[in-house]
T-cell receptor
């Protein structure tokens, strides 16, 4: 069964304190792994797509990496505006575009 | 690019009435649209997948006669919650993917409250 597990559930950081969020997955043939950011009361905002192990993508203070079993979202020198829930999802080759989501990591960055 | 809109953003209705939610891809053609619901502090739960011009495919446990989905064009999908009850109160979010690749782009969501 395709499954995604994110850890930790919640993370509190001081502004400038770098850290990483983990997304572990099992899937019958990975088509893509996706990272989204969700603010309260809003829809998820697309961040990254990763397709193969070893791939890395960066955007401002965020960097996503992928191995055969997990993905990390590294946050460098976070700011309060980075506070949000970060969702990881996988798409299997066998599915018609369906995403399997993890439960998310809620990040709070304090000034 | 890749903007998805939803309308309305909030709706309050009485028990027993029907509510229609629209999802539009504004700057790309969405061959596939997805409908999710999200409960407080929980992740997204896929309700159904729809392809333009075809019947929607519903996830296990989702009543297709209660949640009617129409994907009439490459830019518009609608979700109608029929005979809504308080337990249908939730945050409904659509997403779309298409000629921009496999990535799903999400709408801002619709908060439904059934009294």
């Amino acid at each position: 069964e395709d499954q995604v597990t994110q850890s930790p559930e919640a993370l509190r950081l001081q502004e400038g304190e770098s850290s990483s969020l983990n997304c572990s997955y099992t899937v019958s043939g990975l088509r893509g792994l996706f990272w989204y950011r969700q603010d309260p009361g809003k829809g998820p905002e697309f961040l990254f797509t990763l397709y193969s192990a070893g791939e890395e993508k960066e955007k401002e203070r965020l960097k996503a990496t992928l191995t055969k079993k997990e993905s990390f979202l590294h946050i460098t020198a976070p700011k309060p505006e980075d506070s949000a829930t970060y969702l990881c999802a996988v798409q299997a080759r066998s599915n018609t575009g369906k995403l399997i989501f993890g439960q998310g990591t809620t990040l709070q960055v304090k000034p | 690019g890749a903007v998805v809109s939803q309308h309305p953003s909030r709706v309050i209705c009485k028990s027993g009435t029907s509510v229609k939610i629209e999802c539009r891809s504004l700057d790309f053609q969405a061959t596939t649209m997805f409908w999710y619901r999200q409960f407080p502090k929980q992740s997204l739960m896929l309700m159904a997948t729809s392809n333009e011009g075809s019947k929607a495919t519903y996830e296990q446990g989702v009543e297709k006669d209660k949640f009617l989905i129409n994907h009439a064009s490459l830019t518009l999908s609608t979700l109608t919650v029929t005979s809504a009850h308080p337990e249908d109160s939730s945050f409904y979010i659509c997403s779309a993917s298409g000629n921009l690749g496999d990535t799903q782009y999400f709408g801002p969501g619709t908060r439904l409250t059934v009294l």
